[in-house]
């Protein structure tokens, strides 16, 4: 278009300035004849219309040249928003796979301290009556776990001759005898069977098992609470 323009205004000039020797060809003798204010009223005159072809042609460029700018500025625009939406997208998706290697990385320390933790089940109840009326509880649990060191025993309400209070360690596949005497004369009081240990990472913990009277006044049965 800004050739196009230029051509226009070439065309336009070479046209008038023909016209105007044409016109004026004949007579330029006369122009030695006039005084110098004279000749630049004439020169003024003669090149004016050529000089305002040319500022409108430039005003014209000048509009050309701006829509040219605001579409540039407009594509500029364009061009980063779908970059700002690409980066949005690809924050969400980087941050979607932080999250999936959080979750993985929860789920293997999950399962690492599971592997670590002893899991005592009960393995058999027997239960016989004392000569003094008294009902001897022994329990005896089996670790299919890992192995559970510094193991404390303990029950609340406390459960009466609970033995024993403590063992070394309790390893994988090895049993441990609970046994501890009630009253077969008085309601049996529930309670909770605690081990305390450490596991094979060196971590604190427990199991709890609650234990309440069964069918007669002869047995007791034991429910997991918590691992």
Known sequence: MRRLLIVIG???????????????????????????????????GVFGP????????????QGIELQLSTKALELQAIELRRSVEQQRELVAVTREQLRTELDALRFERQARRDAAKPNLILYGVGANVTGDGKVRTKATFK??????????????????????????S???????????????????RNSILTFAFTDANGEPDELSFGVRQGTTRETVEFDLLKG
């Open 10 to 44: 070439i065309v336009f000039s070479v046209l008038y300035l023909v016209a105007v020797f044409y016109v004026i060809g004949g007579r330029l003798d006369s122009l030695y004849a006039m005084r110098l204010n004279e000749i630049g009223d004439f020169l003024a």
């Open 50 to 61: 050529i000089a305002i072809l040319w500022l409108v042609l430039g005003f014209f460029q």
């Open 143 to 168: 670790n299919v776990g890992n192995t559970a060191t510094l193991v404390r025993v303990n029950a609340s309400p406390s459960l009466e001759n609970l033995s024993p209070k403590s063992v070394p």
């Open 170 to 188: 309790i390893a994988r596949n090895e049993e441990i005898r609970i046994s501890f005497d009630y009253s077969r004369s008085e309601p049996f």
